[in-house]
């Protein structure tokens, strides 16, 4: 999973998550470094915080996805980027990237995340951490 944030406190909004995850999805395996980004894909003058985990999941890639948005909306996200078609400030954003070596294509959930793995390279640094 890759985690950011980048307004209201991002560093705080991440450890806030990443103990949501832990309490609610399953058993965090291993962590990334946090570090500071610049927006992909739209303007701000608000960095990002992100963070990539390895979870351990009782849940289904669809089941799992239906909880991250319970997270994310209960942090205060109000609506996705898939939604809006344009990216945006959020106070929190999580994103499932890889499931085991499962491929899963549905009209809510692509895994892999095509995006995270081959277009970003933050993002992919961060997973390579935690694999």
Do not use: W
């Amino acid at each position: 999973m890759l985690l950011g944030s980048n307004i209201n406190n991002p560093e705080k909004n991440i450890e806030i998550a990443i103990e949501k995850i832990e309490n609610q999805l399953g058993l965090i395996l291993n962590k990334s470094e946090l570090i500071i980004t610049k927006p992909v894909g739209f303007e701000s003058y608000n960095n990002f915080c992100n963070i990539a985990i390895k979870l351990k999941t009782q849940f289904s890639p669809i089941k799992l996805l239906s909880e991250v948005k319970v997270i994310e909306e209960n942090m205060g996200r109000v609506s996705d980027s898939a939604v809006l078609g344009a990216y945006q400030d959020r106070i929190i954003d999580i994103d499932i990237i890889l499931y085991n070596n499962i491929k899963f294509s549905s009209k809510r959930l692509i895994i892999p995340h095509q995006k995270n793995l081959y277009e970003r390279d933050f993002a992919r640094k961060l997973i390579n951490e935690v694999e």
